[in-house]
């Protein structure tokens, strides 16, 4: 009797010390007919690295990562991918979205960082660009301009490249075309993407105004702009929404770091009235399609409906904000599972690349497929999509990829049966 009252003790010593995220879970379309539980999707924001550190890691804001660099935010970070990373098969969990604020004042420094956590996902992740991540400053000295798009273009590269392989339907939108802003002559690069998956539209927008903060601040506004002209954020958001070739009932999904809220923090935190009525006249003749808009930038998680300034007009599509990652001591985001009523050939096919189990993943030297196949082929893709290797699968199924250089790789098996992928990180 005392040995299990002493086991008892370990135990809920052991549940209380144990790091869980504070998790938001979302049940998205679960009330239309004949649904089904299809699949999870991760929503991160406000990750904030380097919050409260003025010049992180090295010198300057064009720095380097020092290695073992760690901060709060980041630890906070860490422990939310932890999490993710265990659950990603119980959860159905497919990718993950980072819905900006990546960092806290855009140094490189802390943009590497985010990325080396970001990329220890054993999922896909797409990150997305906030108003932190665009000016590059710290308290003594600031960028001449506005160019945080320009070094996430590229210092992202890779992932986006993996996602084009790992989502057959990834359109890089505008994220690769330098555009002129009208007002300021600054040149941008809107990190504006879509892709399906299932039955939905995910459309990824970028809204980060490029208009620095008033005299004797740093950075740039806390507000939204949405880019109305030719080749900006919201020409962009419309012709996505209408060429979508398959609207069904509330199957479109929006994403930006900015709300669509009329509450009085919208006024200095979001979008004008005027700017909230034109981003609602191009979703209002799709509302039977728009579903719902996810944003983070005001730190708090909130639900509601999306309706215009005109008294008592009916809701068109649901709000959710999600609050700041960094603000929960073991992380925080929200947990949405899709419920879908067909079989679409995108989730089929992801769903049948997890099938194959690789490990260790991080790896360094080598790494082992959990099944045995007869006379497979095995290809591994670099982040440019280029073979790096092929060959026919070792009877062990354990493969040498000591030359490899470090980052992401899809590994694929083609036996007579199935093409079967997955994607690994090489230390």
Known sequence: ?????????????????????????????????????????????????GEGVDDFSTIGFNDTLIENAIDPSAERFQKAVKWINENAQ??????????????DSGEKSELELFKKIADSLTIPY?????????????????STTPNCDSIYKVMFNDVFDNLAQTLPTWNNGTRLNRIELPENQFYAYFQNYSFTY?????????????????????????EADLYNFSGGSLDWLEQTINSYSNPLMENILI???????????????????SEYESVLNILSPNEDHVGAWFAGHIHRDSEYGISSFTPFSPSIMKGYETDANKEFVDGHFRLVKVWDNETNLNVNE??????LRLYPNPCTNSIHLTEKYSEAMVTI?????????????????????????????????NDSNSVKRNHFIKN
Do not use: C
């Open 255 to 273: 994403f930006s770091h900015y709300p669509m809220t009329k509450d009085p923090w919208a006024i200095i935190n979001s979008f004008s009235s």
């Open 1 to 49: 009797m005392k040995k299990n009252i002493i086991l008892l003790f370990v135990l809920i010593v052991k549940i209380s010390f144990t790091q869980i995220p504070s998790i938001i879970y979302t049940n998205y379309n679960e009330n239309l007919p004949n649904t089904n539980w299809e699949f999870s999707f991760i929503q991160i924001t406000d990750v904030h690295i």
């Open 381 to 413: 893709y670099d982040s440019f999509g280029r073979i790096v290797l092929k060959n026919l699968l070792p009877n062990d199924s354990k493969l040498d990829i000591s030359f490899l250089n470090s980052g992401i790789y899809i590994l694929e098996v």
């Open 350 to 355: 992801i769903a049948s690349n997890e099938n």
């Open 126 to 142: 797409i990150p997305m660009i906030g108003n932190h991540d665009i000016w590059q400053y710290v308290s003594s000295q600031e």
């Open 90 to 103: 119980n959860e159905k969990i497919k990718f993950v979205i980072i819905s900006g604020d990546l960092t």
């Open 198 to 222: 299932g039955n939905y539209l995910f459309a990824l927008t970028d809204f980060a105004t490029r208009t620095h903060a008033i005299p004797g601040y740093l950075g740039v506004l806390p």
